[in-house]
């Protein structure tokens, strides 16, 4: 399977810990994305990589969280002192973008965060 | 910047019927739309795109959406639903950041 993975799949925590999630995007993709989805709703944006350049950090993004995509490559996201409020699903998505096109974006599978 | 709205959380239709999900949209500048579709315990799947072109754009499985710029319209289309289209479907828009709409759950009934 040559699409967007995401692991853990699924992640409870108590208040406060600290977790990581990990996305692998499609492998030519140059262009990542993470998003966060509650019940109900539609998917967030939260934050954009162009290689391993952070572009863009939506205001939902707070202290407690942050993002890396060291080279280029794979990316992490990092939660702090989760709170409960943090519980969601959190998507990453990648895209093919050339010049000032961005190419349609392929999401993974989601990591589904539960805070307890 | 751009938003997207779904006026109907829900659509059910009968299989071999007709479906349309409806989509409007609000830009500052040229509109960049997709539709994706959300099945139970999966990550959302890219079904169509309107960039530039054609008004009537064909996607993936049969979909296609209609763009209305005097109506600020991107509907989506199947002209006859099946029972595994039954899932979760959502209206983006937007450029790097998609900005989704709520979603719109459809029910095929057989």
């Known amino acids: 399977d040559t699409g967007v993975s995401q692991d853990p799949r699924h992640k409870i925590t108590k208040r406060g810990q600290n977790v990581t999630f990990r996305c692998d995007p499609i492998?030519?993709?140059?262009?990542l994305y993470w998003y966060r989805q509650t019940l109900g709703q539609g998917p967030e944006f939260l934050t954009y990589f162009q290689n391993e350049a952070q572009l863009e950090k939506s205001r939902l993004l707070s202290d407690r969280f942050s993002a890396e995509r060291p080279k280029g490559s794979f990316s992490t996201l990092e939660i702090q002192r989760t709170e409960q409020g943090d519980s969601a699903m959190y998507l990453c998505?990648?895209?093919?973008?050339?010049?000032?096109?961005?190419?349609?974006?392929?999401f993974g599978p989601g990591t589904r965060l539960t805070v307890l | 910047a751009q938003s997207v709205a779904q006026p109907e959380d829900q659509v059910n239709v009968a299989e071999g019927n007709p479906l349309t999900v409806k989509c409007t949209y609000s830009?500052?500048?040229?509109?960049?739309l997709f539709w994706y579709v959300q099945y139970p315990n999966r990550g959302l799947q890219f079904l169509l795109k309107y960039i530039t072109g054609d008004n009537l754009v064909k996607g993936s499985y049969g979909f296609e959406a209609e763009f209305n710029k005097s109506q600020t319209s991107f509907h989506l289309k199947k002209p006859s639903a099946l029972v595994s289209d039954s899932a979760l479907y959502f209206c983006a828009g937007g450029d790097y950041k998609l900005s989704f709409g709520a979603g719109t759950t459809v029910t095929v009934r057989a």
């Open positions: 998505a990648s895209s093919l973008g050339l010049g000032g096109l961005f190419g349609e974006q392929f």
């Open positions: 830009v500052s500048g040229n509109p960049y």
């Open positions: 492998s030519e993709h140059n262009r």
